[in-house]
């Protein structure tokens, strides 16, 4: 009667050994994957890789700063001569044509700056004065704006107070000559010329500068 007993306990004893070892087979492995996850994890705080700094002394230069270093010797390289540089522009100027009634000279090239002595000389072949008016900048349309209001300035030489005039000389009867000096700060066209009653329509020319 003690026979199967003790094949019943035999048998219990080896499912608990069997149930012991698969438990800890399985908490292995669960172990195991909870370890990864944790490291796998905490590799991200893990500080990131740097560039290998520059030795002791050395500072860092950007790639770019060498083409932006380059760029104010190309731009000087293009600038204009200073005015200082530029040799005095001497130009005369005398009445012209079968009536005298127009300049020899229609067209003055200058540069930027530049000092300009201009004499009129006033060989006109009858006794007919005349003068030279240089309006400002962008002013030929109003040579006869100017010209107009100086027409009752007989004592003023025909000449007009005019924020459009920069020089001029006097009016000048035949015979006789003024210079006068100066300068055109920007490019563009600049007007001459005569404000005596009814000249400047044929009397002008134009002073481009550049």
């Known amino acids: 009667m003690s026979a199967p007993s003790s094949s019943s306990e035999k048998s219990s004893s080896i499912w608990s050994v069997l149930n012991v070892i698969i438990g800890s087979a399985i908490g292995g492995i669960v172990l195991l994957w909870v370890l990864a996850f944790v490291f ?5 705080l893990r500080p990131k890789p740097v560039a290998d700094a520059p030795p ?5 230069t950007p790639a770019a700063a060498a ?3 380059a760029a104010p010797a190309a731009a000087a390289t293009t600038a204009a001569a200073p005015a200082s540089d530029l040799p005095v522009l001497e130009v005369t100027l ?4 079968p009536t005298g009634m127009a300049y020899d000279v229609k067209v003055i090239s ?12 006033n060989t006109h072949p009858l006794p007919l004065p005349h003068n030279v008016v240089v309006g ?12 107009t209001a100086g027409m009752t300035l007989p004592d003023k ?3 007009p107070d005019s924020p459009n005039i920069l020089t001029h000389t006097k009016l000048l009867q035949t015979g006789t000559s003024e210079t006068i000096e100066f300068s055109l700060p920007a490019a563009g066209e600049y007007p001459y010329f005569c404000t005596f ?3 400047f329509m044929l009397m002008n020319g134009t002073i481009t500068v550049q």
């Open 197 to 199: 009653p009814g000249h």
């Open 40 to 44: 796998d994890g905490l590799g991200s």
């Open 157 to 159: 030489g025909f000449i």
């Open 67 to 69: 083409p932006a270093a």
């Open 110 to 121: 200058a540069k930027v700056g530049q000092k300009i002595k201009l004499t009129f000389n």
């Open 56 to 60: 002791a002394g050395e500072a860092a």
């Open 94 to 97: 005398k009445p012209d044509g």
């Open 136 to 147: 400002k900048l962008g002013t030929k349309d109003k040579m006869s704006e100017i010209a």
